[in-house]
């Protein structure tokens, strides 16, 4: 209930403030489960991926987003119930499989899933290589997968900044919902998850127009990070470097300008 009330009151406004456009709303099934697998760009897309779909749209957020504590955490909280968001531990191992546990009881119950294969957003707008558990779920609960992808939410609302630009006109696409019924039973088979993933992504590139980097996100952030880190300890080093160099040739200036100093002198005294 609490969902519907937010979308009642969020959609008459992001659609008045931010006019909002959608493709292919068609393409996802009016009843029964699917799984929508998505590109994710931007902090926004929690806003904006699910507003046209008349369904309720469940997805899987990590947990730190409810366990915050004072105000802002009981908005953090409030705000992502608000948006069909369940918690799950994204640490890894077993918590991976209890996710996928979580997964497969909602698809089970007959929802709308929403996930993000890459496993986080993007940093620098390209869309990276998708994490096998789509194709796990996929395959397990044997439902489709409507390739979802946002558009413009990376440019409105990029990595760090709190709030959205105005001007940028967000959109969201739904792509054909796709079969993967032949390779039911296989979900045991790593390359069949592997190439059922793989396929998904080629759909979100193709979907998008994003160019696809063959890496996870999390190592592509974790590389920029460190390029970024080293990039600024060079850069201090150049800056030390610069400003010794500098100090020296002011002090090769003044032990100059004595020098010459006393040259006059000894030339003035030798003259007298």
Known sequence: MFYWVVKAILWPFLHLIFRPWAEGVENVPVEG??????NHLSFADHFFGALPLPRKVI?????DYFTGSGLK???????????????I???GGKASEAALRTGKRILSEGHVLAIYPEGTRTHDGRLYKGKTGVA???LESRVPVVPWVMVNTFEMMPPGRPLPRLGIRPGVKFGKPLDFSRYYG?????????????EIMYALMELSGQEYVDKYAATAKAEAARAA?????AAKEAAKG?????????????????????IRKAGEAKHD
């Open 59 to 63: 997805t899987l957020g990590k947990s």
């Open 33 to 38: 489960p699917v799984i929508l697998a998505g």
């Open 186 to 198: 296989m979900e045991e088979d790593h390359l069949v998850l592997r190439a059922v993933t793989d």
């Open 242 to 262: 610069a400003a010794r160099a500098a100090k020296g040739a002011a002090k090769d200036a003044v032990r100059a300008t004595k020098d010459a100093r006393n």
């Open 229 to 233: 880190k080293d990039a600024a300890r």
């Open 136 to 138: 796990r779920l996929a």
């Open 73 to 87: 955490g009981l908005a953090s909280k409030a705000f992502f119930s608000g948006v069909g968001t369940v918690p």
């Open 89 to 91: 531990d994204r640490s």
